[in-house]
């Protein structure tokens, strides 16, 4: 990805070079947390803002973390501000932290921002560190929210927890819409994902292999 | 003129580079070698061996080889609807039931596969390839007769479109597409692929809207012998082996009668369409795994029933046996087959989320179909090596 012409900082991750479906990061959250909406908007607004204010804290810091300990000085920040996140939707929003379980501590494994951390953020100043950390942020909650808004029409009906398809029920009882079980599946997930690299890579005829 | 000539000289060049209905060349050259022999048998120049046997026609056999397990599973769906209501009008009216309940499943998923099978070849410019004409017919044939139509289109267009086509069309396939269709709805529709009033239709042929004065009996359940495995209550005596084996049991529409599927197996062995070696090693392997657990417990079915019941030796026959997604070594093939054998077994009795193994068996044994091979080849490579260097 070194030598190809560069996309601007902040709009390249959205798109072109976004870290879900170009780079293929992350992709186990996309899996775990795409059955639902909100989980998933959470999970993506979660995972920009530990991603933004840890570039910006890497990349000030930068000039002093001595190599041989970086991944480890990486780490600690990185885990800070996901315990601060996890506290945060912890109070205030019980309900999606409690679905999300596990997945927002994962965020400290998330590939995406080590990625970034590691490839960008030590090499750069604070500032456009802060908005490649948006970038990625915001192209991967953007993957996540369009996997589960598919996800949840198609498995639930539903969008946001909000009935939007008319489910009329005639004389003898059968339900209009049945919702179909396998997109509430993580191999949906999966699928779809691969539909939308799929489509991108048909749209960016630069992104395909030789 | 004649119509071969009529068809060959003025309609063939509308569809040839050029002609009028250029870009609907893979449609009609579909329907042309489906009703002429294949226009090239052979090249102009060397010596060959090559007769007018072209996979349309090797898949025609299996065609062939399906029609008694259709017939007699049409037959079953209207005797098990006479028996759910009580009433006996004749095998006749019940094979005609059978017949308006299977036939509208049949041109569904015909229609859903072959139009996207077309639309993807008119696209990519090539042949239509016919892998499609067994798997439009296996699919209405392994689902519960009260599925409704449009499930089986949406699974369908999955199948063909995430199964088949994404990986290059027939022949590339990783996994057997019908029971792809299978799995998706098992997956997709769980309430409408197992339980104990999918089996057997009770209302009329077409909907299964109840028929106005004709009450269910009372107490009436259509589970399958396999449902008692799964929920614990199964005995064995209380089974019969010799209904399971002629097909008059509730279960998918074509998969309940083990002697017309293996009318067909006959066929199929007789013309080398399938391999003896997958569909032996599949019996063996689930008789092996049935007696080993009717050796240990009482209420397991017993080897025969084991082999009878369920979609197991519509498995074996029909969807172990196919040459795409299984071994290619013949040594490969044993293993595959004792392994899906053993599975179909395993999953039916083990896993009560699952009551039939077979399609799951399958599935996993298409998914390790390479690996075996790969292990073949390699095993032999080592062993001849050893040879040389001794």
Known sequence: MANEKKPGVFTGPLWTNNPVVVQVLGICSALAVTTQMKPALVMGISLTCVLAFANVIISVLRNTIPNRIRIIVQ???VAALVIIVNQILKAYVYDVSKALSVYVGLIITNCILMGRLEAFALGNKPFPALLDGLGNGL?????????????ELFGSGTLFGYDVIARFVNEAGYDGYQNCGFFTMP???????????????????????? | MKLNDYINEKIDPLFQKGGKYEKLWSVYDSFHTFLFVPRHTAARKGVQVHDSVDSKRVIMMVILALVPAA??????????????????????????YGLVAFLPKVVVSYVVGLGIEMTVACIKREEVAEGFLATGLLIPMIVPVNTPLWMIAVATAFSVIFAKEIFGGTGMNIFNPALITRAFLFF??????????????????LCNSPIEGTAVVDGFSGATPLAAVADGSFDPATYSTIDAFLGCIPGSIAETSTLAILLGACLLLLTRVAS???????????AAMSAIIAAFSDNAPTVCQQLCFGGFAFAAVFMATDPVTGCRTNTGKFIYGLFIG????????????????AMMAVLLGNACAPLIDYCVVKSNISKRAKRVNA
Not at chain 2, 276 to 286: A, D, H, K, T
Not at chain 2, 351 to 356: D, Q, V
């Open chain 1, 139 to 151: 192209g991967y909650a953007m993957i996540l929210f369009i996997t589960a808004t598919i996800r």
């Open chain 1, 187 to 210: 191999a949906a997930a999966l699928i779809i994902l691969g539909c939308i690299i799929w489509y991108q890579r048909a749209k960016n005829p630069d992104l395909q292999d030789k």
């Open chain 1, 75 to 77: 780490l600690v920040v």
């Open chain 2, 342 to 357: 053993v599975m179909a077994i395993l999953i039916r009795m083990f896993n009560t989320g699952y009551p039939e193994g």
């Open chain 2, 188 to 205: 997709a529709y769980p309430k409408a692929m197992s339980g104990d009033e999918v089996f057997v239709r009770t209302g009329s042929a």
């Open chain 2, 276 to 286: 003896w070696r997958i569909m032996l090693s599949v019996f063996v392997g689930g």
């Open chain 2, 71 to 96: 017939l007699v599973g049409m037959w079953n769906v209207g005797y098990q609807h006479d028996l759910a209501l009580g009433i006996n009008d004749g095998w006749f009216m019940q094979f005609l």
